[in-house]
């Protein structure tokens, strides 16, 4: 196991058409978080799960996002009818619960939408 | 609020100086200080996580300092590399059990030859 993986690493898109990105954590991790980063800003958090079980999303995660986990490993987060203030990097990390250290980030995934 | 500010915003040394990065956080109850390394394009990378128990952690070159009293941390390296460019992420942990992290904005490091 390599780390937490992400794919696409980079998509662009025109807007309004949808999107779905890719997260495979750490095959041991129950936690997934997404966050998005845009230039010169920390990583804001979206979401989390715990297992399959989605047990927050931030204000920011509007009605056109939608993330699942459907069997507690992988996870997609998709974006619907994109506009262009969605350009940014989407970031996943993994824990393991009760474990910080081993709290770990992928490389994300770059989207513009134009 | 919890927040978590960071300063400078950016920083440019010379190659082989040495450095430090302030961070100030509000963010109650706490439960960890991180210090993450974000290269251009990449995920961050942990560098050093702290307990309120904790003053001081070391990860080769990189030595943070945390002080729950006062709410500030530090992160200090030594003898900078070209590598070190990157921006150096401080992050608190709230003990609500869920992990739930809040980011600095950052500062930008740019080491120069």
């Known amino acids: 196991d390599t780390g937490v993986s992400q794919n696409p690493r980079h998509k662009i898109t025109k807007r309004g058409q949808n999107v779905t990105f890719r997260c495979d954590p750490i095959?041991?991790?129950?936690?997934l978080y997404w966050y998005r980063q845009t230039l010169g800003q920390g990583p804001e958090f979206l979401t989390y799960?715990?297992?399959?079980?989605?047990?927050?999303k931030s204000r920011l995660l509007s009605d056109r996002f939608s993330a699942e986990r459907p069997k507690g490993s992988f996870s997609t987060l998709e974006i619907q009818r994109t506009e262009q203030g969605d350009s940014a990097m989407y970031l996943c990390?993994?824990?393991?619960?009760?474990?910080?250290?081993?709290?770990?980030f992928g490389s994300g995934t770059r989207l513009t939408v134009v | 609020k919890n927040q978590v500010e960071q300063s400078p915003q950016s920083l440019i040394i010379l190659e082989g100086k040495n450095c430090t990065l302030q961070c100030n956080y509000t963010v109650s109850p706490f439960s960890n200080l991180r210090w993450y390394k974000q290269d251009t394009g990449r995920g961050p990378v942990s560098l050093t996580i702290m307990t309120f128990s904790e003053n001081t952690k070391s990860n080769g070159r990189y030595t943070a300092t945390l002080d729950a009293d006062t709410k500030q941390s530090s992160l200090h390296i030594t003898a900078s590399q070209l590598s070190d460019s990157a921006s150096y992420i401080c992050?608190?942990?709230?003990?609500?059990?869920?992990?739930?992290?809040?980011f600095g904005t950052g500062t930008r490091l740019t080491i120069i030859p």
């Open positions: 992050v608190v942990s709230a003990n609500f059990g869920n992990e739930k992290l809040t």
């Open positions: 799960f715990q297992n399959e079980a989605q047990l927050e």
């Open positions: 990390a993994s824990s393991l619960a009760g474990r910080p250290y081993g709290y770990t």
């Open positions: 095959s041991e991790h129950n936690r």
